[in-house]
């Protein structure tokens, strides 16, 4: 089994600043890494696939990067709205498909 | 669009079984890989199976197998899971989520249903 490794657990990042969440493969997964975002009482949402490949209607402060263990999702300048909690997926080898623990981004 | 719509929440007594409900619009049924994924109160998420609803193939976790049944009617549109001999770590919101074109199983999930509570206690 792939494991995901999220880091940090919790971010405290001030609107308007940089919020940058790193995940970890414990094997290579190639590109096939997805970055989900998560609100409260919501179902996940897809913001990044490929590593990289915004889904439609992701803004462009989005921003994944990486391949093969270390990967980054990115947020330019944070908005109100982006203060959720995030996953990385590994779709590489499965099963089974594995996620990361998640990090939650908060308000500083 | 794209639309997963799942039932409503559950309450069942431990050594039940439970049967949640995924109906798929906005998209061929049979052409797209259905997963399942459960996330316990205040946890990660957890990836339980895949099928194929055409044809009905399946693949679980090993956590589960022996447990869980995914089944899918193509008549409705709607993927079923199936999990039996409830305890109390059952207790999660089981989603439902859209794969990839049947044939590409190395893909995102996009996207998910509403989510289902099931809430195992005595």
């Known amino acids: 089994e792939i494991v995901m490794t999220q880091s940090p657990a919790t971010l405290s990042v001030s609107p308007g600043e940089r919020a940058t969440v790193s995940c970890r493969a414990s094997q290579s997964v190639s590109s096939n890494l997805a970055w989900y975002q998560q609100k409260p009482g919501q179902a996940p949402r897809l913001l990044i696939y490929g590593a990289s490949t915004r889904a439609t209607g992701i803004p462009a402060r989005f921003s994944g990067s990486g391949s093969g263990t270390d990967f980054t999702l990115t947020i330019s300048s944070l908005q109100s709205e982006d203060f959720a909690v995030y996953y990385c997926q590994q779709y590489n080898k499965w099963p089974p498909y594995t996620f990361g623990q998640g990090t939650k981004l908060e308000i500083k | 669009q794209v639309q997963l719509v799942q039932s409503g929440t559950e309450v069942k007594k431990p050594g039940a079984s439970v049967k949640v409900s995924c109906r798929a619009s906005g998209h061929t049924f049979t052409t797209y890989y259905m997963h399942w994924v459960r996330q316990a109160p205040g946890q990660g998420l957890e990836w339980m199976g895949i099928?194929?609803?055409?044809?009905?193939?399946?693949s679980y976790a090993q956590k589960f197998q022996g447990r869980v049944t995914m089944t899918s009617d193509t008549s409705t549109s709607t993927v079923y899971m199936e999990l039996i001999s409830l305890r109390s770590d059952d207790t999660a919101v089981y989603y439902c989520?859209?794969?990839?074109?049947?044939?590409?199983?190395?893909?995102?999930?996009?996207?998910w249903g509403q989510g289902t509570l099931v809430t195992v206690s005595s």
């Open positions: 099928i194929n609803p055409s044809g009905g193939s399946t």
């Open positions: 989520a859209r794969g990839g074109i049947t044939g590409t199983t190395r893909c995102w999930f996009d996207p």
